[in-house]
């Protein structure tokens, strides 16, 4: 049997078992009235943990977690050191969650392309469909590189003389640089298309095949994350600059290695902390005391990295551009230092010899977080917008 009959096969059975699952919950619910959103199945970046924290009447339901960020969630699955067990643990638990999931949410906010169903044969279509049949509203929050394509990425760099990541990723896998890899994801974009009711992307940064409207990738950074003191700023004697690659390759580490330690050759009182692998709440740590963070290098987004770091009042130096990405919000490029990996150099050698330029720019982005990232306003936002398309859809007449 071939591996689109074996797919096709646990997919089919998934759906039967779903199925099942949700008549069941449907009659032992106490409380047929109350009704939740779910936000799940993946934790991303910290991400998903972070909108289900803030938003409210969810529920967290996570099928693979992230350890650097410790997140309370609703429902983790259980994970074992073999990894085989954990992909079996999810084939069956995630049809009888997904089953509660249709008898009791009114919603779901996808994190990333993973699903409760497998999504190896049809990339979550399956599972959106019948979860829009079953009355539910459909949010895909989209992370990168669920949705982004290669080929279209690659064309933006041409087309705009740029150097984005594509330049690097055939150094990570010549994978993304075939025909499979893009229907996988022209496949996503269309179920996307037909079955999402809200959609956030990042349509430049990350370019896809999506036809349909796209909103504003929105970041939510929990209050505690947010640092109005400028201690920090009152002596500055020597500067500390702060990198937290998640992929260093593809971040630009080696040349922002490269030009730090030429400034330092060069006598600035620089001192450099690379951190690798660490926890989420280590790399805060880490925040409270830098000036300078320097994000990556080929990127039109700002990460969840320079968000916080914003948020934490230092000035960031990133790729990230509001000419190109412009869903980006208010007077983006003022809020960072916009960087390129020809003139990175340059640009911290200007805010090194004009230390008070760089508390300037932190508080630009201070501000500039304050006012598009914090989860609370991001949250009651969201929290808006699937309500109305709810309501809408409650409203309509039935046959």
Known sequence: MGRQKITFAILQWQSVTASVSRLIFFVLRKTPDKRFWIVG???????????????????????GRNNKFQNEFSFVLLETKWRSLNHLLRLIVGP???????????????????????TSFDNRAKEMEIAKDAGLIICCYLTGSDIRSIKLATLNEE????????????????????????????SFAEAIDKHSDITFNAPFDQASYLVTKVYFFRYFIREARYSNLEDKFNSIDRIKILHAPSNPLIKGTQIIRADVKRLQSEGYPV???????????????????????INELYSMMPGVFAVEAMAAKCAVFTSADQQFETLLPGESNNAWVVVRPGNLYENLKYYLDNP????????????????????????????????????DYKSRPTN
């Not at 001192?271 to 963070?293: K, R």
């Not at 304050?370 to 609370?376: G, I, L, Q, V």
């Open 41 to 63: 199945p993946d934790e991303i970046a910290g991400l998903t943990g972070e909108i289900g924290r803030y938003l409210q009447d969810s529920k967290i339901i996570i099928l």
């Open 96 to 118: 009888i969650l997904f089953g509660w999931i249709l008898a009791n949410a009114k919603g779901i906010i996808y994190v990333g392309d993973n699903g409760f169903l497998t």
């Open 159 to 186: 087309k705009y003389g740029l150097e984005l990541y594509p330049s690097y990723f055939r150094l990570v896998s010549n994978f993304f640089f075939t025909n499979n890899y893009e229907l996988v994801k022209k």
């Open 271 to 293: 001192d450099y902390v690379e951190l690798l692998g660490v926890s989420n709440e280590h790399v805060f740590q880490q925040l409270i005391t830098s000036h300078i963070v």
């Open 356 to 391: 008070a330029e760089i508390i300037i720019k932190a508080r630009l982005g201070y501000e500039w977080a304050s006012s598009y990232a914090r989860a609370t306003t991001n949250a009651a936002y969201l929290l808006n917008q699937l309500n109305e398309k709810y309501k």
